[in-house]
């Protein structure tokens, strides 16, 4: 079955500083990996996709995440903190990219990013 | 465009009633699917319905059931409500279905507390 942990429960960082939130996954075959934010009270919002080409996909809000197979690692990232992305952040794998029906998001368990002015 | 709208938006209810859930997909998506978060973590997988049949069901017990209307709106229904209910409901929406690499789209989701 496929699984995704986020090993860091928080991550800290200032306004202005380069930030990471790390994602891992277990998948058989190739893994269509997914981010998402989730603000208080709100639902999950979109941030970007891995399906297929590039390594380095860039998504919403100068969000980009690297992919990386040997590390089986799917880290988020953004040059430049701001305040406002202060949220909770889920990492996401779908379930089984071959079946026919059923696009079953696996979540990773979730990572509070705190930025600091 | 009208992303998915989920209603009602808080809800309470006591142990043993029936809860239903409502869940309006974004104009065009056919596939709806829910998903469970209780405080703390990720969404579990409930439900997946795409042109009005079941599509996906995670492992969640009889007592959850939905269904899919022509519209493509969606209803998850809970009976015999148990303490351990208490969770976020969160409804998503996507475009095609077969093979689908297109991301879910979220509602902001129902919070659903029992007492």
Same mark, same amino acid.
């Given at each position: 079955?496929?699984?995704?942990?986020?090993?860091?429960?928080?991550?800290?960082?200032?306004?202005?500083?380069?930030?990471?939130? !790390?994602?891992?996954?277990? /998948? %058989?075959?190739?893994?269509?990996? $997914?981010?998402? #934010?989730?603000?208080?009270? =709100?639902?999950?919002?979109?941030?970007?996709?891995?399906?297929?080409?590039?390594?380095?996909?860039?998504?919403?809000?100068?969000?980009?995440?690297?992919?990386?197979?040997?590390?089986?690692?799917?880290?988020?990232? !953004?040059?430049?903190?701001? /305040? %406002?992305?202060?949220?909770?952040? $889920?990492?996401? #794998?779908?379930?089984?990219? =071959?079946?026919?029906?059923?696009?079953?998001?696996?979540?990773?368990?979730?990572?509070?990013?705190?930025?600091?002015? | 465009?009208?992303?998915?709208?989920?209603?009602?938006?808080?809800?309470?209810?006591?142990?043993?009633?029936?809860?239903?859930?409502?869940?309006?997909?974004?104009?065009?998506?056919?596939?709806?699917?829910?998903?469970?978060?209780?405080?703390?973590?990720?969404?579990?997988?409930?439900?997946?319905?795409?042109?009005?049949?079941?599509?996906?069901?995670?492992?969640?017990?009889?007592?959850?059931?939905?269904?899919?209307?022509?519209?493509?709106?969606?209803?998850?229904?809970?009976?015999?409500?148990?303490?351990?209910?208490?969770?976020?409901?969160?409804?998503?929406?996507?475009?095609?279905?077969?093979?689908?690499?297109?991301?879910?789209?979220?509602?902001?989701?129902?919070?659903?507390?029992?007492?």
């Amino acid at each position: 079955a496929q699984s995704v942990a986020q090993p860091e429960d928080q991550v800290n960082v200032a306004e202005g500083n380069p930030l990471t939130v !790390k994602c891992t996954y277990s /998948v %058989s075959g190739n893994p269509y990996l $997914f981010w998402y #934010v989730q603000y208080p009270n =709100r639902g999950l919002q979109f941030l970007l996709k891995y399906i297929t080409g590039d390594n380095l996909v860039k998504g919403s809000y100068g969000f980009e995440a690297e992919f990386n197979k040997s590390q089986t690692s799917f880290h988020l990232k !953004k040059p430049s903190a701001l /305040v %406002s992305d202060s949220a909770l952040y $889920f990492c996401a #794998v779908r379930d089984n990219p =071959r079946a026919e029906y059923g696009n079953k998001l696996v979540f990773g368990a979730g990572t509070i990013l705190r930025v600091k002015s | 465009d009208a992303g998915v709208t989920q209603s009602p938006t808080h809800l309470i209810k006591t142990r043993g009633q029936h809860v239903t859930l409502r869940c309006s997909p974004i104009s065009g998506h056919k596939s709806v699917s829910w998903y469970q978060q209780v405080l703390g973590q990720g969404p579990q997988f409930i439900f997946q319905y795409y042109e009005k049949e079941e599509r996906g069901r995670g492992n969640f017990p009889d007592r959850f059931s939905a269904r899919q209307f022509p519209n493509y709106s969606s209803e998850l229904n809970v009976n015999a409500l148990l303490l351990g209910d208490s969770a976020l409901y969160l409804c998503a929406s996507s475009p095609v279905e077969i093979r689908s690499n297109q991301p879910q789209h979220f509602g902001d989701g129902t919070r659903l507390s029992i007492l």
